[in-house]
Nanobody
Framework: QVQLVESGGGSVQAGGSLRLSCTAS????????MAWFSQAPGKEREEVADIDVYGTTTYADPWKGRFTISRDNARDTLFLDMNSLKPEDTAMYYC??????????????????WGQGTQVTVSS
């Protein structure tokens, strides 16, 4: 079925940048809404951003203006460009799929498929 593999996580100093990548199996990226989630220790998993098949993007407030979600359909890859990183951004980041051309209208919705996650650690 759908397989998602994240990469690009690591350690970075506050104020720095990082690019996360997610490779998706088949044509998953071209036919479904794709999203990034964040989960810090002891906290619930939260959606960071999503992008539908038409290129429409939506960002949650904590990351809006600092993070950018994008996709490269030719390479079956989803990206999350993380800028102006803060220590509070330290978390596991997960690539996810919402089945359908359009993304959901609620932040409480959960995706149909998850990647394994990649750790991002931001130091002061």
């Amino acid at each position: 079925q759908v397989q998602l593999v994240e990469s690009g996580g690591g350690s970075v100093q506050a104020g720095g940048s990082l690019r996360l990548s997610c490779t998706a199996s088949g044509y998953t990226l071209r036919t479904n809404c794709m999203a990034w989630f964040s989960q810090a220790p002891g906290k619930e998993r939260e959606e960071v951003a999503d992008i539908d098949v038409y290129g429409t993007t939506t960002y949650a407030d904590p990351w809006k203006g600092r993070f950018t979600i994008s996709r490269d359909n030719a390479r079956d890859t989803l990206f999350l460009d993380m800028n102006s990183l803060k220590p509070e951004d330290t978390a596991m980041y997960y690539c996810a799929v919402f089945l359908g051309f359009r993304c959901r209208g609620s932040w409480s919705e959960r995706p149909n498929y998850w990647g394994q996650g990649t750790q991002v650690t931001v130091s002061s």
